[in-house]
């Protein structure tokens, strides 16, 4: 399934199988990935577009099964440790994250640079795994974080990787979402990617997400067909930008093809 938009994912037109409760349901959870860690069911019922008596059920069968607790003195909710437990089953059952571990390390060693794995979440990307030379302090990006997709190497990377027909529904979803004139300047970011991409195999990011931030991404194809993204990143002050295009990104591209041969 491809995303439609931030919100909401594309539905199949008259599939019986579809389930529309439970994709009301899993709206709701991902509401609290938008910023607030604590909502009342007004504050979701905004952001999910759903009907305030809809969402009311869904938080209370969802508090009642240990995704959302509640409280009484805010009249609000947060997400509860059975979504924790539900991520950290991904993550740990996640190969590729553990077979890439070493050679991550011994990249970010040899560079000095965080690296990251991340998977896509609709119009974002997420970190599954980070890694730091011995050293470093910054740029500790926690697992669980999410990037946009637009402006970040690894976004660029993902979007540059898919097939024509899932990029131009991303494409169309980032066009809703930040409207004609953003999307006009991010849609030139991503057209200047794609150019890096094709030319040289990975994409950049030049202080366009942080200022302070050079990164550079690569795609990882697994052997299921799922696409995730490699990247490195380091403050603009340690790693000038022409350091990053003419060495290190070339660098990360070798590491991509390394953990794509290990047949994950």
């Known amino acids: 399934m491809i995303a439609s938009g931030e919100a909401r994912p594309v539905k199949p037109e008259k599939d019986r199988k579809f389930v529309e409760a439970l994709s009301r349901g899993l709206d709701v959870l991902r509401a609290f990935s938008q910023g607030s860690v604590i909502l009342g069911n007004q504050d979701i019922a905004r952001l999910t577009n759903l009907p305030k008596p809809t969402v009311s059920r869904m938080t209370y069968t969802l508090t009642q099964l240990g995704y959302l607790s509640y409280n009484p003195v805010l009249e609000k909710y947060q997400l509860s440790s059975g979504v924790l437990a539900l991520g950290y089953a991904y993550v740990s059952n996640l190969k590729v994250r553990q077979l890439a571990k070493p050679y991550m390390d011994q990249f970010a060693r040899r560079t000095n640079m965080s690296v990251g794995l991340t998977c896509r979440d ?27 997709m637009a402006t970040t190497s690894a976004g ?83 790693i000038s930008g022409e350091k990053l295009r003419e060495s290190i990104a070339h660098q990360l591209a070798m590491l991509g093809s390394d953990i794509e041969s290990l047949g994950v």
């Open 122 to 148: 609709r119009l974002h990307m997420i970190y599954v795994e980070n890694r730091l030379p011995p050293e470093a302090s910054l740029l500790r990006m926690e697992i669980g974080l999410k990037l946009p």
């Open 156 to 238: 660029r990377a993902y979007y540059c990787a898919v097939s024509e027909k899932a990029r131009k529904v991303l494409a169309d979803s980032m066009a809703e979402k930040y409207g004609p004139e953003a999307w006009a300047e991010k849609r030139e970011g991503l057209e200047h990617a794609m150019e890096d991409f094709k030319q040289y195999g990975f994409c950049l990011s030049m202080g366009e997400w942080d200022r302070n931030i050079n990164s550079a991404g690569v795609p990882v194809r697994l052997q299921d067909g799922t696409i995730m993204a490699l990247t490195c990143a380091a403050p603009s002050y340690l």
